[in-house]
């Protein structure tokens, strides 16, 4: 069975840091292509930032280049989004995801078909 969880959330002030992670059951992680999303309410879901199966390959929104950074330990079979320098418009539920098979890094998230239950940030004074 095909898990994903979230974790590293949390309320934090603007400038300040965070590192999700997305931790994999059922499956490795390694040859996947992993996705990070982000809703905030009242918006629709956004791609953040996705790692190719090989994990050479890193894509960012354009307004989190920079900030943040995409990672896979796999030996933990976890992948993780460092985020610095948070603003209060990062602020979203964050969702990491696995697309349907043979298909690579995207921003349309009807590509994916495994999701986390996801891990809510909020960016505050």
């Known amino acids: 069975q095909v898990q994903l969880v979230e974790s590293g959330g949390g309320l934090v002030q603007p400038g300040d840091s965070l590192r999700l992670s997305c931790a994999a059951s059922?499956?490795?992680?390694?040859?996947?292509?992993i996705g990070w999303f982000r809703q905030a309410p009242g918006k629709e879901r956004e791609g953040v930032s996705c790692?190719?199966?090989?994990?050479?390959?890193?894509y960012y929104k354009d307004s989190v280049k920079g900030r943040f950074t995409i990672s896979r330990d796999n030996a933990k079979n976890t992948v993780y989004l460092q985020m610095n320098s948070l603003k209060p418009e990062d602020a979203a539920v964050y969702y990491c995801?696995?697309?349907?098979?043979?298909?690579?890094?995207?921003?349309?998230?009807?590509?994916?078909?495994?999701w986390g239950q996801g891990t809510q940030v909020t960016v505050s004074s």
């Open positions: 790692i190719s199966s090989s994990g050479r390959s890193t």
């Open positions: 995801a696995v697309p349907s098979a043979g298909y690579g890094c995207s921003w349309e998230s009807r590509w994916y078909n495994y």
């Open positions: 059922g499956f490795t992680l390694d040859h996947s292509v």
